[in-house]
């Protein structure tokens, strides 16, 4: 029973979309890469939500999230958004009715 209870939860190693090594550890607040000199950093609360492992997975994976719902903007209104990793490794909204954009395939 002792062995059992001494356990550390693991945390899943990822690449890393700034520098590319494998490096990115997923934690409760944050998602960053552990090289010093990267400073890649994702927060895992956005508008009022808490991003899932997937969801931080998708984004430093593919560059984009799943439609996310439920987000609370500053003035109380909830609203459904896309992150999206930019070139410069910052994430930004993508919003689901946005009009016009040319999607890669």
Same mark, same amino acid.
């Given at each position: 029973?002792?062995?059992?209870?001494?356990?550390?939860?693991?945390?899943? $190693?990822?690449?890393?979309? &700034?520098?590319?090594?494998? =490096? $990115? /550890? !997923?934690?409760?607040?944050?998602? &960053?890469? #552990?090289?010093?000199s990267c400073g890649f950093h994702v927060f895992r609360e956005v508008?009022? !939500?808490?991003? =899932?492992e997937d969801n931080i997975r998708d984004l430093i994976g593919? /560059?984009?999230?799943? !439609?996310? *719902?439920?987000?609370?903007? +500053?003035?109380? *209104?909830?609203?459904? $958004?896309?992150?999206?990793?930019?070139?410069?490794? !910052?994430? =930004?909204?993508?919003?689901?009715?946005? &009009?016009? +954009?040319? #999607? /890669?395939?």
């Amino acid at each position: 029973l002792l062995s059992l209870s001494s356990e550390q939860k693991s945390y899943p $190693v990822y690449r890393c979309p &700034k520098c590319g090594q494998q =490096s $990115v /550890g !997923i934690y409760a607040k944050v998602a &960053k890469c #552990r090289h010093e000199s990267c400073g890649f950093h994702v927060f895992r609360e956005v508008c009022g !939500i808490h991003l =899932s492992e997937d969801n931080i997975r998708d984004l430093i994976g593919s /560059g984009r999230t799943p !439609i996310l *719902k439920g987000l609370t903007s +500053k003035a109380g *209104k909830k609203f459904n $958004v896309r992150l999206v990793l930019g070139e410069d490794y !910052i994430t =930004s909204f993508e919003f689901e009715n946005k &009009k016009g +954009k040319q #999607r /890669g395939r």
